[in-house]
Structures are given as structure tokens and as C-alpha cells.
């Protein structure tokens, strides 16, 4: 009679242990783009409802993707993503992957961006050179050959320097 309740004793506590125990399911977000591209480096943060606590927490992988093993709970998610944020509740029962959506346009590189105005750029610094040149030649309009500029102050420096030259040999 003692090894029939030493072993009721003993499948009671075993049936409650596994009763009891919390079994832990996979659970992901997939974070996309409008467009259905994936999003790689999106931060995941998963907090337990009860009690505050992070339970989990990294970066989207090259295909949107970030998993956890969690219990079946509430739980509380921000996906942060270039200055985007989704926060929602979820409370998954078996393994399953949200997919997540951001109203995200990939940035163009800067030069595509602005190539459409590349012609006007150009034709504006045309002008400017054009202009430029107009007005130092009108400027020196009138002016002897000598007033003019830094060749003609060089020219007669040469010759200054042959004077010297004569007067000392």
C-alpha cells in the first residue's frame, strides 16, 4: 500500500510539473517597406506586459526578420526604424510571424537626386564667367598697356631689372 501512494504522490507531482510548466513558442516580426522590401536593421524591443520587463531585443536580419522564443503572454512591441516608430500589443499562442509595414521611400543618392538641375547649374556658371569677363574688360577700357594688370606690371619690372643689370656691369 506504501508503493501504490509513494507512486500516486509521484505522478500527482509529475502531472503539475508539466501542467505548470510554460512552453515557449517562436514568434517574429517581418518590418517592410510599402512596398514589401524587406527592412534590415529595424530595432525590435519586446517587453512583458506584466512586470516591465524586456524579454527580448535586437536588429531585423538582411530579410526583415527578427524572432524570439516567448511564452504565451501578452506583450508589448516597438519597432524603431530611421525615425519611425510602430508600438502595438501582441499576444501570440503558437508560433507565427507578424509582418510589420513602414510608410518608408528608400533615400536616391544625392547627385540623383538633383541631376535634373545639373544643366541649369552649368549654364548659371557660364554666366557668371561671361559676366565677370565683361566687366574686367570694361573696366580696363581706356587704360594704357602699363595700367592694365599683373603682365604688364611684370613687363616693366623686367625692364627695370635690365637698367640695374647695365648700371652694374
Known amino acids: 500500500m506504501d508503493k501504490r501512494i509513494v507512486s500516486l504522490?509521484?505522478?500527482l507531482l509529475a502531472f503539475i510539473s508539466v501542467a505548470g510548466a510554460t512552453t515557449e513558442i517562436r514568434v517574429g516580426w517581418r518590418v517592410t517597406d510599402k512596398q514589401g522590401s524587406p527592412?534590415?536593421?529595424a530595432e525590435v524591443i519586446v517587453i512583458q506586459d506584466v512586470g516591465n520587463e524586456t524579454v527580448a531585443q535586437g536588429l531585423t536580419d538582411a530579410n526583415g526578420e527578427f524572432f524570439a522564443d516567448l511564452s504565451s503572454t501578452l506583450y508589448y512591441v516597438v519597432i524603431h526604424f530611421d525615425e519611425m516608430t510602430h508600438e502595438s500589443y501582441y499576444s501570440p499562442s503558437s508560433n507565427i510571424c507578424y509582418t510589420v509595414v513602414f510608410d518608408y521611400v528608400k533615400p536616391s543618392p544625392f547627385w540623383l537626386e538633383y541631376q535634373g538641375l545639373l544643366p541649369y547649374a552649368a549654364i548659371g556658371l557660364i554666366t557668371i564667367i561671361?559676366?565677370?569677363s565683361a566687366i574686367k574688360v570694361a573696366s580696363e577700357n581706356g587704360k594704357t598697356r602699363s595700367e592694365r594688370g599683373s603682365f604688364a606690371k611684370r613687363r616693366s619690372k623686367a625692364k627695370d631689372s635690365k637698367k640695374w643689370w647695365r648700371k652694374v656691369s
Do not use: A, D, I
Open 9 to 11: 504522490f509521484l505522478l
Open 39 to 41: 527592412l534590415e536593421g
Open 130 to 132: 561671361f559676366v565677370g
